[in-house]
């Protein structure tokens, strides 16, 4: 095991992993929400359902994969079904517990932007699009966001709704008819924000070890509420820690 | 009707074929010479696994333009297409390199107009694979819940019905029908059926929902072994029947071939720089020829 | 939510599961007392080929009532449970005995009210299936092109809106959405993975469409492995298993039984008559123990 | 060879498989309509695609199937579909060339009764009903009916319409936008009748050997048209009927 010092993505990582330790299912696409998704599986939760966006649903990679379509996806999955059947018969209907999302934008209400910085038209940066991520978002029985922490990516204001979260706050996702309970976490390097259960807007809950409240405060680009206990996360612990880096360096 | 008619038609052969349920099976270059027009709306698809890149880059080297361009994840053949200038307008659900960042040339064209302005027209996955879905079954729409609350409404075509039976409000979206789409496969049999395995991603759909369809293939069989997870295609909706093996390279063909990783890394820095991207493309598309 | 979480607690079990993402085995009597209950929506399907016989007798034997069958093919298997009255209401799109001509007891219940009157909504094959992949989408309804110019339109349970595209006029058909789906398989592993093969019907939609889910199977294999043409249904949306060798016939379990076709053409002479379908049925269903 | 006397069965049945000689695939349910399909695949058209409504697509039965469902049609079928996909991606699209139908009844405009007969609250006869017969004959190709020939089937008016052939005439198919053409051909023991191509209406346009006009307009339930020339079918050589009768013996 490296004796490096703990990063802040690792503890991120760790604390999305924790997050699906009783979860059936996860949907995730690749990055950090594919590697705390095969982390989980390795350290709690033996029996996870890993299901990617390319079709493969219960893959057991032993790799990190790159693309959400790698071939070990599809050796080591029980089933793999087409694109059409993905969407139609397991995510929209809700059958898959977890959809983990990043995003180049949040805001307050979880709400998710991955499609364009500045004007549509005349894009300041034209990002990927929407994906999978609007249906995964409706349907999934709950989502958990992994994004970065800072001004530039937690705003004011999206410059484009991909992906509802919350709407404009309570009430919202009922209204528009949507089945799972939306964002109930976003993960960050330096803590965890989570609707609050009355307005739905996103609270500060729990920060990593080592990180003040001011700094994430300081961090967010909207005046961001802090939860009346805020909690610091655990630490990975070394079992955790030398499992994050040996899945990594495979 | 495709398969066997048109294919007589559009490639000769013998004088009085009244029934030919098969695929023809023909050179790559010839096919794409064949069966695909400037100005057509094409469809090359193949999610993550089995895209067909040997054909796209023989659309490069015969200089086909004015395409528009369907595909849900463009990935690096489609930023290529589009860093040459043979797209006027795309259709797609996510234009990133998959765990790599972005794809340059597609964000060039759509930030700086480079080398040329492109239309977008751009969904979700779920639309998409639904517009697919409603082509193949030869319909003018399909029904999904999906769009609702997002930005997306305002810039794309999407519709509202409400249920006859409920009263909810479902999304609609028009249904695609390329004028031809293009799929890589593992294997075809000397009658022109396709099997494919592996991830399948939205294949079948495309095939089904064209006017014209080109298979490319790793191997020629005798026969065809089904196998698990495979998706049979009878000859009979094919027109055309290419041999490329390696032909969904730097992408994979299961089992046969596998993704080369690198490259998909390396396609960051090649593409970020037009000058190297150009020089790549005369390099490794245009001054090379056509496989089998 | 199926699998797991419910038949922990339809069935007992270990104190404290919290995942449990497989679904249990059990004897078969123990699962249709569990599952299917008095006045249920009941889907048992299976298209001419894996038709659920072991679980349809054992509805009978534990004296089910006031059941909503649903089926695109009643076949001979619900010609038996209307046969002895335990169906309040049809719901169908070919009622007859295939290759040889009508099911008695079917008719005698929708002709003459014997042993009660049953309600009937009857729709096209296709309309069936597109409304089985509603309910496996969970929409509220499903697309097609269908019923227009038919006197089905005046009968049965269809609207028709306008493609808000090109304005042409499609039927909508509600969803299905079954309190208990059952079918049969060829095997099952210890998890309650299920695979089936050869003519997989509208099996999977059927499965995923409803509320609660039973699986009978040939056989329990250590470890599933994937056929060609395999459907493979996980044990998380399945909430039981049950051992039922033979529990098709006299349909069959491809590569496993063969089809019984002498028996459905002596279920002509067997149902034309009451009293000898009814001395059949005491003998042959009601005399006899659930397999496992 | 049996030496046995033609019968009338066999004339409609060669009829009908010969209707198939140039057909590239052909959609049929069980019975007489899957004999003829058989036996055309045999003699005239080896390439010709048997397509049931189970799913099976290029089935090579060796032996005549008692239901469309028969595991021979499954094992050697090109590909076997689900029920879903062979209605929405095969059959409605009009990937099929020719679908052939049978019926109770069967009005002159060549539309299907395969519901009931009597009044359909308090029916006569419950006969199974629709099946794929409305999709079939909406999107196939063309249609190609068999049936008896007899007063109690080729009737004035239907007791319940199932399936639209022609309508009630000209236009009344393009009105309902279906693509195939419709039925092409009622063949029966006794003759074929196909619909004007002006009007729709079915006309008498030709008989089996032996067989009279006056008979076939006598036991048709309506006024039969009855075409100029009426030809005479060419009754079934040694060869076609031998290999019927070898088929059927299997």
Known sequence: ?250 | MRGGARIRRLFGGRACVLIANMAEIVPLREAVAELVRDGDAVALEGFTHLIPFAAGHELIRQGRSELELIRMTPDILYDQLIGVGACRRLVFSYGGNPGVGSLHRFRDAIENGWPRAIEIEEHSHAGMANRYAAGAAHLPCGLLRGYRGTDLVAHTRVAFIQCPFTGEELAVVPALAPDVTVIHAQEADRDGNVQLWGIPGVQKEAVLAADRVLVTVERIVDRIEPRPGGVLIPGWVIDAVALAPGGSQPSYSLDITERDNDFYMRWDAISRDRDAFTSWIDTHVRGKTAVA
């Open chain 1, 1 to 250: 095991m490296s004796t490096a010092a703990l990063s802040a993505a690792e503890a991120q990582t760790v604390t999305a992993a924790r997050r699906l330790a009783r979860a059936r299912s996860v949907f995730i696409g690749v990055g950090r929400p594919s590697t705390a998704a095969i982390l989980a599986r390795a350290l709690y939760n033996p029996r996870l359902v890993l299901v990617y966006e390319s079709g493969t649903i219960g893959a057991k990679p032993f790799h990190i994969p790159l693309s959400i379509g790698d071939g070990e996806l599809a050796h080591t999955s029980d089933l793999i079904v087409s694109v059409p059947e993905m969407f139609n018969y397991w995510i929209t209907p809700g059958r898959i517990d977890v959809g983990c999302l990043g995003a180049a934008q949040v805001d307050r209400f979880a709400n998710l932007n991955s499609t364009v910085i500045g004007d549509y038209a005349r894009p300041k940066t034209r990002l990927p699009g929407a994906g999978g991520a609007p249906e995964i978002a409706a349907g999934c029985g709950e989502v958990v966001v992994i994004v970065a922490h800072d001004r530039r990516t937690l705003v004011q204001r999206l410059d484009f709704v991909t992906t509802v979260g919350h709407g404009d706050g309570a009430g919202a996702r009922e209204r528009l008819g949507f089945r799972g309970a939306g964002p109930t976490a976003v993960i960050t390097e330096l803590g965890v924000l989570e609707p609050d259960p009355q307005t739905r807007e996103l609270r500060l809950t729990s920060v990593h070890h080592g990180v003040e409240v001011g700094d994430a405060v300081a961090a967010t680009g909207w005046e961001l509420r802090v939860a009346e206990h805020v909690e610091v996360i655990e630490p990975p612990s070394v079992d955790e820690l030398a499992a994050l880096r040996e899945l990594s360096s495979r």
